[in-house]
C-alpha cells in the first residue's frame, strides 16, 4: 500500500548522483556553484554568535523578516501588506506550497496544474486527496488558455501557476494575466497558487506578478524562496503571501507542519534584505545566459527562448533519436555534462524531446561544459 504509488526518485536526485557518479559537469539540479556574497556569510556568524537567535522563532517568522518581505514586495509591486497576518516564513517554497495545499484542498477538489510542471506539485495535491488536472503548455512553453479554460468546472478549486517558469526559463506576458483574469472571473471559488520563486531572475521583461493583479490578490497564494535570490538553495527558506482569510487557514497546518523555520537564517535574511538591490540579480544571471547561449551558439543544440529563471532549455534533434532521458544519460556518462530531460515533468509523460541546462554557474565551469557540449 503506498499513498504515492507512482512516485519515485526525483529526476534531481537522480542526475545529480549519475554526474557525481561519473564526475561529469552537473548542470541538472538547479544550484548556483559560486560563493555567496561574503557579507550574507559575515552578517550569519555575526547572528551565530548572538545568543538571542538559537531558539524558537514565532511561528509566522521573525518579525523584522516578515516586515523586510513586506518592504520587498511594497518596492517591488507597490503592495502594501500586513507582516504578521499576510506573510508567512517557510521551510523553502517546497514546504510553502504543500501546506498551502494541505490547508485549502479538499477530498475530490481539482487543481490545476501546467505541464510540464515542477515536481512537488501533484503529490501534494494527491496527499491532500484532490485530483490533480494535468494541461499542456504549448510546445514553445506559452499557456494554452482555451485548454485551460476548457478543464474548468464546478469542481475546480485551484489553480498552480510557475512564473517565470521551470523548466522551460518561460516569463508570462500580460495577456497572460488578462486571460487568467478573465477566466477567474467565471470560477469565484478558485484560488491561484502562484510560484514565483524565480521572481527576481527576469530579462528583456521585468516579472509581472500576481501581487500586481488587484482583482487576483485576495484569492491568491503567492510562493517566494530566498534559496533562489540570494544563492543559498541549500538554506531552505522562502516565504508565502495571502490575504488574512487564507493564511489563517494554513497557518493552521504550518504550525504542525514546522511551527517554525531555523532561526539564525530568518535573523541573517533580515539583516541582509534590507542591505542588497534585489533588482541587480535580473542583470546577474542575464549575463551568464548570454555567455552560455554564445558558447553554444557553434553546438548542434537548438536554444529555445531563455526568458527568466536560470535554466535554458534545448532541443537536440540534430545529434540524437534518444528519448530525453536516455540522452540526458548518454549525455552524462560519455559526454560529461549532466542536464535534466523535460518530459519527467510531463504527467502523460509526452517527450518533446528537449532537455534542461542550469546555467547558474561560474563562467569557468559554463565554459568547461559548453567545450564539451560543442564537441558533440
Ligand atoms: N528546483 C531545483 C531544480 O529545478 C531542484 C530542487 C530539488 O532538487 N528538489 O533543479
Not at 261 to 272: E, F, H, K, P
Amino acid at each position: 500500500m503506498s499513498k504515492l504509488p507512482d512516485v519515485g526518485t526525483t529526476i534531481f536526485t537522480i542526475m545529480s548522483k549519475l554526474a557525481n557518479d561519473h564526475e561529469a559537469i552537473n548542470l541538472s539540479q538547479g544550484f548556483p556553484n559560486f560563493d555567496v556574497d561574503h557579507e550574507l556569510i559575515n552578517t550569519l556568524k555575526r547572528n551565530a554568535e548572538n545568543n538571542a537567535f538559537h531558539q524558537y522563532m514565532p511561528m509566522t517568522g521573525f518579525p523584522r523578516l516578515n516586515l523586510a518581505v513586506c518592504d520587498a514586495v511594497q518596492s517591488s509591486y507597490k503592495r502594501a501588506l500586513d507582516p504578521s497576518s499576510e506573510v508567512l516564513i517557510t521551510a523553502g517554497a517546497t514546504q510553502g506550497i504543500f501546506t498551502a495545499i494541505m490547508a485549502l484542498i479538499e477530498k475530490d477538489d481539482e487543481v490545476i496544474i501546467l505541464d510540464p510542471s515542477y515536481d512537488c506539485y501533484d503529490p501534494a495535491v494527491v496527499l491532500a486527496g484532490g485530483r490533480p488536472v494535468h494541461v499542456s503548455l504549448s510546445k514553445d512553453f506559452k499557456v494554452d488558455w482555451d485548454a485551460v479554460q476548457g478543464s474548468m468546472n464546478d469542481r475546480t478549486r485551484m489553480i498552480i501557476t510557475n512564473n517565470p517558469h521551470n523548466p522551460s526559463g518561460r516569463v508570462w506576458v500580460n495577456e497572460d494575466f488578462m486571460r487568467l483574469e478573465a477566466l477567474m472571473e467565471s470560477y469565484p471559488n478558485v484560488l491561484i497558487l502562484s510560484d514565483e520563486v524565480y521572481e527576481y531572475i527576469t530579462f528583456e521583461n521585468k516579472h509581472i506578478s500576481i501581487n500586481e493583479r488587484s482583482s487576483l490578490i485576495d484569492r491568491s497564494i503567492i510562493v517566494s524562496s530566498f534559496g533562489k535570490t540570494f544563492h543559498i538553495t541549500g538554506w531552505k527558506i522562502g516565504y508565502l503571501v495571502a490575504n488574512k482569510f487564507l493564511m489563517d487557514e494554513i497557518k493552521k497546518v504550518h504550525q504542525f507542519n514546522v511551527f517554525s523555520v531555523n532561526s539564525i537564517g530568518q535573523a541573517t535574511l533580515a539583516d541582509y534584505l534590507t542591505q542588497v538591490d534585489l533588482n541587480s540579480l535580473g542583470s546577474f544571471y542575464q549575463k551568464k545566459r548570454d555567455l552560455f547561449r554564445s558558447l553554444l551558439q557553434s553546438s548542434k543544440f537548438d536554444l529555445l527562448p531563455c526568458e527568466g529563471t536560470y535554466f535554458q532549455a534545448a532541443r537536440y534533434d540534430k545529434i540524437s533519436t534518444l528519448d530525453d532521458v536516455s540522452f540526458c544519460k548518454e549525455l552524462t556518462m560519455r559526454h560529461g555534462v549532466a542536464a535534466i530531460p523535460i518530459s519527467v515533468f510531463n504527467k502523460s509523460g509526452v517527450d518533446n524531446r528537449v532537455i534542461r541546462f542550469c546555467f547558474a554557474k561560474t563562467d569557468e565551469t559554463l565554459i568547461e561544459a559548453s567545450n564539451k557540449l560543442c564537441r558533440i
